[in-house]
């Protein structure tokens, strides 16, 4: 069984064919990053734009490097929701047309179940596990159940992490620096943070009076903008160029991001084992998403997995950002139980925002 996917629910344009064990016979990516960096962030319709640009040369060269035929596919999965409207339709309505021309079935993906069950194509892990999302759009905790049923114990109030290292780095204009220009937010804020003391700035973990296992990133982007214009003032220098301190502000937001996924990870790890929603025997925790490419961050979460006994998962890099190949997988893991496959003729609406399973964050006390 061959699963076609596809992916464009921000700003990479991704499509994959995977056999049923997860083998990647061809998979193409074309990453919008280079654009949105020089504007600053994502404009959706410049996104749009360059998805309908690429989104055919990536899927036909994906096919061509599997060496498989539309023909021969079992099912096409593509990402509908959660995501950037005009970005998740440009996908959407290829696939649908795809679907129609070669009368397969059509899979719709939640983009976030994808990046939770990716660690399963390259680990066998059995369900149930604990998952940490940390990506540009989510922070969610989640127990994964099954393919399609997931317990979410937490999310964020605000924005999400990724998003809150996006836009310290771009407050910090860290693209103008020598080292970062190609480089996302969140990678630009690590590499400075090597050379960075974090004790400079002793930043405030969020949510240290709450009892729950939800995230909020507002209120410490709030102290790092603070200290940077103080600094900036300070130094009677220009916005954005402050140079003698940004690798000590990059280590202790770094710190503080890690420090409040870390302790939320813990508390959600007590409340499983309390509740038994975790496996006795070898429970594990899966970390993913593009944030969890971060040395720093999975140490930080290595350290809570080794206190309570589970072993951590954390997918390769290339496989925690987005791309084609996490959405056909999740394909691969719905055709296998028969969960969500559409004929070719239906129509499918895409929604922008989608909760992943069944919401019990006023539950985890
Ligand atoms: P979502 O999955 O929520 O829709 P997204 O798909 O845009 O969002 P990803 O591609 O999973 O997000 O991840 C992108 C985010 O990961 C960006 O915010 C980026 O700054 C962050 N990121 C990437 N590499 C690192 C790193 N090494 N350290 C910290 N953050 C990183
Ligand atoms: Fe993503």
Redesign the pocket.
Known sequence: RLVLGIET????TGAAVLDEKGAILGEYLHSQKEVHLRTGGIIPSVAQCLHRENINHVVQEALQRSGVEPSQLSAVATTVK??LGLSLGVGLEFSQRFVRQHNKPFIPIH??EA?ALTVRMLHPIAFPFLVL??????SLLAVARGVDDFLLLGHTLDE????T??KV?RRLSLTKHPQCSTL????A??LLAKDGDRKKFPFRTPMGQTLDCCFSFSGLRNQVTMTIMKKEAEEGVEKGTLLSCANDIAAAT?HTVATHLAKRTHRAILFCKANGLLPLNSPTLVLS???A???Y?RKALTIISDTTGLQLLCPP?KF???NGVMIAWNGVERLREGKGILPPNVDVCYEPKAALGVDMTAEVK
Request: hydrophobic content about 30%; charged content about 15%.
């Open positions: 629910s921000c700003d990479d959660p995501g983009h976030m990046h999302l940390v990506s540009g759009g989510h999400a992490a990724g998003d290292l996006d780095a996302s937010g969140g990678q804020i690590e770094q998403g593009g944030v490419s971060n040395q961050i890099a925690c950002t987005d």
